[in-house]
């Protein structure tokens, strides 16, 4: 029988890990990680019988829990690496490449939950493949502005941001943009004032009125950020609230999306701060996205062409360029956030401390025909996590013997014998295992 869950006093979490707990496993505070959980991602779908429920969230981190009952990964000198290259800030746009089964997912995992330990606000997505594939998608417009709007994996993102950080984006005000606030000032001197004209809706393209419902989003203008009753006190919170007021209005869904992380840019590029904000550093910003190249490959949408009959049943498939939150998620090439510029002038180097980060991960086994390797003109750092080398597959073995998932130790031996079979792919290691008695889950 597996023993239970349980933490020791010799389990350190992440923010307590040093040199030398290299090549050893440690704990995850799952609270961290809400967006992990298969539950989680099957929050927007129809509930499917036990035993068939709909997969989602960190996959690599759900096979070790399934394997040994435990939330527990291996920290590795590549991890150990990756965690002091975000707290430096000096390399804003870091891009996880490697062979399938390296352990890229997981790495990204315990950035994430490491970053939250200390007091980031993180947007983890598990996988870019939820953006892509599955629940509803509405037309939006048509041209170079118009694409699809997502509804379900727009609010999937949403409550994954508020689950984790509800209370620290209620304390974040709307920033202003910058430049709309003069760009707006310039407009409302050519224009007369009337008393009764409906407030301007700022984001998106959408039908309804301000706050009141439809598709308006809340305006980030030049307004007080505490006022009462002035339409101020307007928090992040609220730009999540509202994506998730309603189930059938894909583009408020959407908009609000793009919205909070817009904001979540400026906040983490210094680019605008609130008009009344107060001493204190606002929290740093961290954008984590796995499977990133699914976001330029084709979808799993497809819609019928003009010309085609019905009863051809023949549907072009939508590219990720095509759906309008994917598109507005390759984060490593967006300016605005990475903070060369912003940053600078706040008093940073280039890409300084005070920058958002953004982390991406590809997949080398894609679901859907997403590019191996992507073509990026925005500068980034392209970091190569190698498969599990001798030492870790030794430990990993060592591990699952502890917690009851392997029948039975491995000898050095069988160790060194296992490494050579899988590669250091940490999968295979579990799959491999039995084929020299070691029978592992």
């Not at 997981?106 to 939250?116: H, K, Q």
């Not at 609220?238 to 583009?251: E, I």
């Not at 919205?259 to 929290?283: E, K, M, T, V």
Request: charged share 15%; with cysteine; net charge positive.
């Amino acid at each position: 029988m597996r023993p239970a869950l349980t933490l020791t006093q010799e389990q350190p979490s992440s923010a307590q890990l040093t040199p030398a707990h290299l090549r050893s496993y440690y704990p995850l505070n799952l609270a961290l990680l809400p967006e992990a959980a298969r539950g989680s991602a099957g929050a927007f779908y129809t509930p499917r019988d036990p035993g068939h429920e709909r997969r989602g969230g960190c996959k690599a981190l759900q096979q070790e829990m399934e394997a040994t009952g435990r939330a527990s990964i291996l920290y590795r000198p590549i991890m150990a690496a990756l965690n002091g290259a975000v707290a430096a800030g000096q390399q804003p746009r870091l891009l996880l490449t490697g062979p399938a089964g390296c352990g890229k997912s997981l790495a990204l995992l315990g950035l994430v939950e490491w970053a939250r330990q200390q007091g980031w606000l993180v947007v983890y997505v598990p996988s870019c493949l939820a953006l892509v594939r599955g629940g509803y998608f509405a037309r939006r417009g048509r041209g170079a502005a118009g694409g699809w709007d997502t509804l379900t994996s727009a609010q999937q993102l949403l409550k994954g941001v508020m689950d984790a950080h509800g209370p620290l984006l209620q304390s974040l005000p709307v920033l202003p943009v910058p430049g709309r606030a003069a760009r707006r000032q310039q407009q409302q001197q050519h224009e007369p004032r009337q008393a009764d004209k409906p407030a301007k809706v700022e984001e998106g393209q959408g039908q309804g009125q301000g706050q009141a419902g439809g598709s308006g989003l809340l305006e980030e203008g030049s307004g007080s950020a505490s006022g009462a009753g002035g339409g101020g006190g307007r928090t992040l919170q609220d730009v999540a609230l509202r994506g998730l007021s309603s189930d059938d209005n894909a583009q408020l869904a959407v908009d609000s999306a793009l919205q909070l992380i817009r904001q979540l840019q400026l906040l983490g590029s210094g680019a605008a701060q609130p008009p009344d904000s107060q001493p204190g550093q606002p929290p740093r910003v961290l954008f984590a996205l796995d499977d990133y190249n699914y976001l330029y490959g084709p979808t799993d949408y497809g819609v019928q062409p003009p010309s085609a009959s019905p009863l051809q049943g023949r549907r072009r498939v939508l590219d990720a360029g095509e759906l309008i939150l994917a598109r507005g998620l390759r984060l490593l090439e967006s300016e605005l956030g990475t903070n060369p510029v912003a940053a600078a002038a706040a008093g940073g180097g280039a890409g300084g401390v005070g920058g958002a980060v953004v982390v991406a991960a590809t997949t080398a086994t894609p679901a859907l025909p997403a590019p191996r390797s992507l073509a990026l003109e925005v500068p980034h750092t392209v970091v190569e996590v190698p498969g599990f080398d001798e030492a870790e597959t030794a430990a990993a073995l060592a591990h699952y013997a502890a917690t009851g998932a392997a029948t039975r130790a491995a000898s050095a031996a069988e160790a060194r014998h296992l490494f050579a079979l899988t590669g250091g792919n940490g999968r295979e290691l579990r799959a491999k295992a039995g084929a020299l008695g070691v029978r592992v889950g």
